[in-house]
């Protein structure tokens, strides 16, 4: 039987001449290679708007994009029961409660419908997720969004390049999160990131992302 592997990167020699250039800059941390990561997302994705700060893992991105948005304990954060534990630790992180919903058969993604019935006055928040780079019902999630004054942070870890009605996810919405671990479409070995629209939310996430150092 043919064996599909999790995961095969396609690594060759720019990866290597990647790697080597930035071990050659002599810095080994946060720097000028970093910025250039972030701006080069930003140019894929075209963002005209909204800005990126690069993180550790995509968990983190989550965990600094909640608090970012306002996410504090005793609130709550609901996410699709289908999803990775990563969107669960992370609203635990933040200090909330996780409420799960239930999904679609047609497109894997959070069913709407029964999101609001799950939504009280500590709701703060809605995590879909677009399973496997398929896009969930956006459009029905930011209009639940809006009708009950929630935020939208989406779960795009699987999602870099997926596009909706020709406009790549990050480049608009609220606050998005990619993943760039192993088994993403691109990866950095270990990595993530937010794109964030709000100024004053962009810079308490550069905080966020390094112990409050800015
Ligand atoms: C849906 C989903 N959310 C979040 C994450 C967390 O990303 P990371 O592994 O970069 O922390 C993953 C990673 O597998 C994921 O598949």
Same mark, same amino acid.
């Given at each position: =039987?043919?064996?599909?592997? !999790?995961?095969?990167?396609?690594?060759?020699?720019?990866?290597?001449?990647?790697?080597?250039?930035?071990?050659? #800059?002599?810095?080994?941390? =946060?720097?000028?290679?970093?910025?250039?990561?972030e701006?080069?997302i930003s %140019? /894929?994705?075209?963002l005209?708007?909204r800005q990126v700060i690069a993180?550790?893992?995509?968990?983190?991105?989550?965990?600094?994009?909640?608090?970012? %948005?306002?996410?504090?304990?005793?609130?709550?954060?609901?996410?699709?029961?289908?999803?990775? #534990?990563?969107?669960?630790?992370?609203?635990? =992180?933040?200090?909330?409660? #996780? !409420? =799960?919903?239930? @999904?679609?058969?047609?497109?894997?993604?959070?069913?709407?419908?029964? %999101?609001?019935?799950?939504?009280? *006055?500590?709701?703060?928040?809605?995590?879909?997720?677009?399973?496997?780079? $398929?896009?969930?019902?956006? %459009?029905?999630? /930011?209009?639940?969004?809006? *009708?009950? *004054?929630?935020? &939208?942070?989406?779960?795009?870890?699987?999602?870099?390049?997926?596009?909706?009605?020709?406009?790549?996810?990050?480049?608009?919405?609220? @606050?998005?999160?990619?993943?760039?671990?192993?088994?993403?479409? &691109?990866?950095?070995?270990?990595?993530?990131c937010v794109i964030?629209?709000?100024?004053?939310?962009?810079?308490? $996430?550069?905080?966020?992302?390094?112990?409050? !150092?800015?």
């Amino acid at each position: =039987m043919e064996r599909i592997p !999790v995961f095969a990167p396609c690594t060759g020699i720019d990866t290597l001449k990647h790697l080597t250039d930035a071990l050659d #800059v002599g810095w080994i941390g =946060m720097g000028a290679t970093t910025k250039e990561f972030e701006d080069r997302i930003s %140019a /894929f994705l075209g963002l005209t708007d909204r800005q990126v700060i690069a993180t550790n893992t995509g968990t983190s991105a989550l965990h600094i994009a909640l608090v970012a %948005a306002g996410v504090k304990p005793g609130d709550e954060v609901i996410t699709p029961s289908f999803n990775y #534990v990563a969107d669960h630790q992370a609203i635990r =992180m933040a200090g909330a409660e #996780v !409420v =799960m919903c239930d @999904i679609r058969d047609d497109n894997l993604g959070i069913d709407c419908a029964k %999101a609001e019935p799950l939504i009280t *006055k500590k709701t703060k928040a809605i995590i879909p997720l677009h399973f496997a780079g $398929l896009p969930c019902d956006q %459009a029905g999630v /930011f209009s639940l969004a809006k *009708k009950h *004054k929630l935020r &939208v942070i989406e779960d795009a870890m699987h999602g870099f390049g997926t596009a909706i009605g020709g406009r790549k996810l990050g480049s608009y919405g609220d @606050i998005t999160c990619f993943s760039f671990d192993p088994v993403k479409i &691109v990866t950095s070995i270990d990595g993530g990131c937010v794109i964030v629209a709000s100024d004053q939310e962009f810079s308490n $996430l550069q905080r966020l992302r390094l112990l409050g !150092v800015d």
